[in-house]
């Protein structure tokens, strides 16, 4: 059980176009999805948290106009680059937590390359 | 600040070397202590949460242990296909938040 899954697992932009990402919980209801960026051989960076039906809560330094999140489901929350540019080159994970034991299982990654 | 900190950052043991990976934690109000084990080019894959002191929790060759201070990730006999990057994260207060550890990346080789 405590399956997540995303949506596409890779891709290529040019500079200057929007991305979305999905996220999705497959075996259980996620009460709330968190969305975090990592560089190479760095660790996990959280982005946001978003709770099903609210706006989301952003880390510092991360801008939230850039990064639009929609979480309009208990088990689907979309990440939206908006305006790529290289420097938002990077692989996003999206994570999952429901309500027992508050583990946060994660989905496999999106790689992202803006050209 | 909140701190979670790993060592050794890289580890290369033959395979059946028995070793323990190290994470410290100086967290206000331990929520739960996180275990995750993740491959190159893939998401975080879940293994253990511990919660209070004296806990302990086994899963194959795997054996984590929390104190309070810090929490071991004990392996037993391993295996090639051991080798991934392993990952604490704690959880503190009333926050779902997970902060990570940077890791240890270990190698098993055959």
Redesign the interface.
């Known amino acids: 059980g ?1 399956v ?1 899954s ?1 949506h596409p697992s890779w891709v290529i932009c040019k500079s200057g176009t929007s991305v979305k990402i999905e996220c999705r919980s497959l075996d259980f209801q996620a009460t ?1 999805m ?1 969305w975090y960026r990592q560089f190479p051989k ?3 960076m ?1 982005m946001a ?1 978003s709770n099903e039906g609210s706006k989301a809560t952003y880390e510092q330094g991360v801008e939230k106009d850039k990064f639009l999140i929609n979480h309009a489901s208990l088990t689907l929350s979309t990440l939206t680059v908006t305006s790529a540019h290289p420097e938002d080159s990077s ?1 996003y ?1 999206c ?1 999952a ?1 429901g309500s027992v ?9 999106t ?1 992202l390359t803006v050209l | 600040e909140d701190q979670v900190t790993q060592s050794p950052e890289a580890l290369r043991l033959q395979e059946g070397e028995s070793s323990s990976l190290n994470c410290s934690y100086t967290v206000s109000g331990l929520r739960g202590l996180f275990w995750y084990r993740q491959d190159p080019g893939k998401g975080p894959e879940f293994l253990f949460t511990l919660y209070s002191a004296g806990e302990e929790k086994e899963k194959e060759r795997l054996k984590a242990t929390l104190t309070k201070k810090e929490s071991f990730l004990h392996i037993t006999a391993p295996k090639p296909e051991d080798s991934a990057t392993y990952l604490c994260a704690s959880t503190q207060g009333g926050s779902e938040k997970l902060v990570f550890g940077k890791g240890t990346k270990l190698t098993v080789n055959p």
């Open positions: 405590a997540v995303q709330t968190f760095q660790s996990l959280l948290t692989f994970i994570s937590s034991g508050n583990e946060q299982f994660f989905g496999p990654g790689r």
